[in-house]
């Protein structure tokens, strides 16, 4: 087992394609979509074909078509937690990011929300109608959709202690309703990754009843204590590995002396060592590599191989 060859999770590159293809008189797909600009670590290549769809039909209308030509499918979210190769990706990259509604029943705490609804609005509308149990997410820059699928989570909480449901689309176009026995959740993983099935919608019981300003100040100090221990000037994906435990994974970095550590415009973070940083020139390979040393130097040290948070999509062959 080597470090580089456990990153890659897909390979090929784009074909160029000259026009917009329309799947319904509201959603197009784009060609050759810069993906730099739409993923927190500001880093990729092109997608052979893009969409952002802003209702659930021009979603599966799309997967339809997906299916139709035989394309691979990436689903991007808000694109704050993958590394995308520098050659681009493959088929159609499709970004949830316009999936948003809400819906909040203050009696019985119960919030069902589109996967596209960021994180910290999420928190924060549910401090604002007194439910209690999703203040941790509001440091998170993910999505519904991802923390889904990943089990986010932080402060020793996570989406799987208040996920009551998620409706998703299987490969096949037909919807289903899952609940969180379904998904095998483990610590920032569940049986969705990797998988062919995209969240489309979340229901979460949260406690209702709460007093409003004490939730919204327990929101706001969640929020402060991230900002105070995590970098946030310079872009990232957060945190890149997960913590193997005993010990987190910042903690064993930061012990192995890599903070500080450059390869071409990629730094592990002097603030926090289990961030990657873009000191503004970096590329995905640089990224890609440093990650990959990360996790060879502390294998050297400690004898154990640290998993990526980071989902990392694309060719990086010869890297």
Not at 31 to 47: D, E, N, W
Not at 48 to 75: F, H, K, M, N
Not at 278 to 302: K, M, P, Y
Request: charged fraction near 20%.
């Amino acid at each position: 087992m080597t470090a580089l060859s456990y990153l890659t999770e897909t390979v090929g590159g784009p074909r160029s394609r000259p026009t917009l293809v329309a799947v319904s008189p509201t959603c197009s797909l784009r060609p050759q979509v810069p993906l730099s600009k739409l993923t927190s670590f500001r880093v990729g290549g092109r997608a052979e074909w893009y969409v952002a769809p802003r209702s659930l039909e021009d979603l599966q209308l799309t997967l339809q078509r997906a299916r139709t030509e035989g394309w691979p499918v990436t689903v991007l979210g808000a694109g704050s937690n993958l590394l995308v190769s520098d050659r681009g990706l493959p088929g159609l990259a499709i970004s949830t990011r316009y999936l948003r509604y809400t819906h909040i029943d203050g009696d019985t705490g119960r919030i069902t929300a589109a996967a596209g609804e960021p994180l910290p609005r999420l928190a924060w509308q549910a401090a604002e109608a007194g439910a209690s149990g999703f203040e941790w997410a509001v440091g998170i820059p993910g999505t519904v959709g991802g923390a889904v699928v990943m089990n986010a989570g932080a402060h020793r909480s996570s989406t799987a202690d208040v996920l009551r449901e998620a409706r998703v689309i299987n490969s096949d176009g037909s919807m289903e309703v899952l609940v969180p026995e379904d998904l095998d959740y483990q610590y920032r993983t569940s049986n969705l990754q990797g998988g062919d099935r995209l969240v489309v919608e979340a229901t979460f019981d949260l406690v209702p009843g709460g007093d409003r300003h004490a939730l919204k100040a327990a929101t706001q100090d969640h929020l402060e204590r991230r900002h105070r221990t995590q970098p946030y000037d310079r872009p990232s994906c957060g945190s890149v590995f997960r913590n193997p435990g005993p010990q987190a994974a910042g903690w064993l970095i930061e012990r192995t002396g890599l903070k500080g550590y450059r390869i071409g415009g990629a730094m592990v973070a002097e603030r926090h060592a289990n961030f990657i940083l873009n000191c503004g020139n970096a590329t995905a390979s640089d990224i890609f590599r440093l990650i990959a040393h990360v996790r060879e130097s502390v294998h050297d040290r400690w004898s154990l191989w640290l998993e990526p948070e980071v989902r990392v999509l694309g060719e990086f062959g010869g890297v």
